[in-house]
């Protein structure tokens, strides 16, 4: 993603949206989630969702 | 203002936020999804849900079903769209590919025009009821005829609003979060008057099977939380970083859903009504009967501008819209909306079942083809520039601009999903009640999405090395 991007390709772009583009490519690469994300994505959309599960069907 | 100082607001364009651009925290975050997510909707889901189960197995399932839901579309458009501040169809080119991303375009541009008019029209509905309630009006077949005008006058207010672009819809947001609180209140008013009768009341259209009725109580919740998929990425763009959005989009977002569908459910299950303004009316008296409708006015309100917001932003990605005025796109967005609730009100509230049920096929698959590919193909790498670039020599052209591993699976999915439970009729096969119908369609659409990219991979095309 950092290779020199062909001419043809940055001219096609609006200069705006080629900046934007540029900017990103020329930043360090952004994380999605961090580990305290992955934690709460687990809790709340795995675990949490058994243990209702479970409560509900023996209640 | 854009990277040079010129150009479009960045909140108004489809292009990716700058990390500098991206100035919404979990809390407004947190405000803006929960506004989104509380609307009638809630309980005419929590009376589907009723037809099944009782009241706390209900609830049970719902919540379970709507974490369930959540988990996959934040899976699916979160990780792009934080990384790069772009939307949820943007987000698709890298599976679907420069041109065949028009597909998931035009799921979102159906499904949010969908619910926005459905919702549009339960707004000009409330506000009539709450007319004749405050003694505004009078009760007569004529007051039918304000519908339309109150549509377009909504239409209207959101046209002014979104004028600000995200700023205007988190501005909305932020005056009307409160329904939300009264719509528990409600709750636990029905709740705590009730709850003999509630705890005892028997759903009417339950299987004899307790499985089936389980299991399509989590389907609902999942298949309702899906349909979060066209909105997330418009919004969750506006968060500097993954961290920001996980608490705001579980908690935020999915975990109102079944807390206000149980509005719907204990109505449906003790007053034989889910809608809160019928039956407040009867539990509490006009005052509660006003109260209800200010909550199921603004309710609508909030997310339907939300959804105006959302599909504005993914119109962005069609190349003839980059360049017209935010207002012209507005105006584009908002028109059908207000055309359907002029001209078509009662199609969608016949309809909203089945509506519910196709959402789920469509979307379940979408989500397990971004999943596999961000995660287990790219790896987390995507080509920002290949997501803006429609030519030949680009990542995400593929064959003719097209993934045709991504059709595939997405129909492999949608057939799955219908083997499992046919969404009109709601006839299953016999594994439904252990394995739900999205998941497997989830699973379906990741696993022929993930054999077909090796053909993909082989060919060179994708981007993938």
């Not at chain 2, 109580?217 to 418009?234: D, N, R």
């Not at chain 2, 034989?272 to 009867?282: A, N, Q, T, V, Y």
Request: aromatic fraction near 12%.
């Amino acid at each position: 993603m950092n290779e020199p991007t062909p001419a043809s390709i940055r001219h096609a772009l609006p200069p705006e949206l080629e900046a934007r583009i540029a900017a990103f490519e020329n930043a360090a690469p952004r994380p999605d989630f961090d580990t305290a994300g992955w934690f709460w994505m687990i809790l709340l959309g795995v675990a949490l969702p058994l243990l209702l599960l479970a409560v509900g069907w023996w209640v | 203002m854009g990277v040079n100082g010129v150009g479009p607001q960045a909140d108004e364009s489809g292009w990716p936020l700058l990390p500098q651009e991206r100035t919404w925290g979990a809390a407004r975050l947190t405000l803006t999804l929960a506004t989104t997510a509380a609307a009638t909707w809630c309980y005419l889901i929590g009376e589907s849900v009723g037809s099944y189960l009782g009241f706390i197995k209900g609830g049970l399932a719902l919540g379970a079903g709507c974490m369930i839901g959540m988990l996959l579309v934040l899976l699916a458009a979160g990780p792009a769209c934080v990384q790069f501040g772009i939307d949820s169809i943007a987000a698709t080119k890298p599976q679907f590919g420069s041109r065949g991303w028009v597909i998931p375009a035009a799921l979102q541009a159906v499904s949010i025009v969908g619910w926005n008019s459905l919702l549009i029209i339960f707004f000009a509905k409330s506000a009539v009821q709450l007319s004749v309630a405050l003694g505004l009006l009078d009760i007569g077949a004529r007051n039918a005829a304000l519908v339309p005008v109150l549509t377009v006058f909504a239409c209207a207010i959101m046209f002014l609003a979104l004028r600000r672009g995200a700023t205007g819809m988190s501005m909305v947001s932020n005056i009307l979060v409160a329904h939300v609180f009264i719509g528990l209140w409600m709750l636990f008013l029905l709740v705590s008057r009730r709850w003999p009768e509630l705890i005892a009341a028997q759903p009417p259209n339950a299987s004899p099977d307790r499985v089936w009725n389980y299991t399509t109580g989590v389907e609902l919740g999942i298949g309702a939380t899906l349909s979060w998929w066209p909105y997330i990425g418009a919004m969750i763009r506006m968060a500097p970083n993954g961290r920001t959005i996980v608490l705001p989009v579980m908690l935020g977002m999915a975990a109102p859903v079944p807390l206000l569908s149980l509005i719907g459910l204990a109505g449906s299950l003790v007053l034989k009504s889910s809608d809160p303004s019928e039956w407040l009316r009867i539990v509490g008296g006009p005052t509660y009967a006003i109260v209800s409708l200010t909550f199921v006015t603004a309710a609508n309100f909030g997310t339907t501008t939300a959804g105006i917001y959302a599909s504005a932003i993914g119109l962005r990605n069609f190349a003839a819209l980059q360049k017209c005025s935010w207002t012209t796109l507005l105006l584009i967005t908002i028109a059908p909306v207000a055309l359907v609730g002029i001209f078509i009100p009662e199609l969608f509230f016949a309809k909203f079942g089945n509506f519910l049920a196709l959402i789920g096929v469509a979307f379940a698959p979408l989500c397990g083809i971004q999943i596999v590919d961000y995660f287990f193909l790219r790896r987390g790498r995507i080509d920002i520039r290949a997501v803006y670039g429609d030519q030949p020599q680009q990542a995400y052209y593929f064959w003719r601009g097209i993934n045709p591993a991504a059709i595939a699976a997405l129909a492999a999915g949608c057939i799955t999903y219908v083997v499992f439970l046919d969404p009109l009729s709601y006839r299953s096969t016999a594994l439904y009640p252990y394995l739900t119908a999205s998941l497997p369609s989830t699973a379906a659409a990741g696993l022929v999405y993930l054999f077909g990219s090796r053909l993909v991979i082989r060919a060179g095309r994708g981007g993938y090395s």
